[in-house]
């Protein structure tokens, strides 16, 4: 029996017991080496998609700093925007004004015209 004990733990023998255990192990290994590649793959392709958004970021944002390039500032926005409404007040006064003075000169015509018993709207 001695003998049989020998014979079964050779070096041998121990070599194949400890494949038989380490097989499923390294089974295990090669699929999660497997898997990593595929992750390192995976990092790789959004790195690409990441550095490919960046670029049309960027060119995106110059182009349209390319097209507000001829814009005015805020303060020259409103420093013109504030001369126009002057201008436009001044406008409206003086249509008021105008208005005022076309009503009280159409009353001096009619009063005349009817003095003098003329028509004067009609044109020669």
Do not use: C
């Not at 793959?41 to 490919?52: F, H, M, R, Y």
């Not at 925007?81 to 208005?99: I, P």
């Amino acid at each position: 029996m001695a003998n049989k004990i020998s014979q079964s733990l050779t070096l041998a023998n121990i070599g194949k017991l400890i494949d038989q255990k380490l097989a499923p192990v390294t089974k295990d290994i090669s699929a999660i080496r497997t898997d990593i590649t595929g992750v390192k793959v995976d990092i790789t392709g959004l790195k690409v998609k990441a550095s490919t958004i960046k670029y049309d970021m960027k060119t995106g944002f110059d182009d349209l700093k390319e097209k507000t390039n001829h814009l005015p500032t805020k303060d020259e926005y409103y420093k013109r925007e504030d001369k126009t409404m002057g201008e436009l007040k001044k406008l409206r006064e003086a249509v008021t004004v105008t208005g005022y003075h076309y009503k009280n000169t159409n009353k001096r015509i009619d009063k005349i015209d009817k003095h003098l018993n003329i028509n004067t709207s009609i044109v020669f």
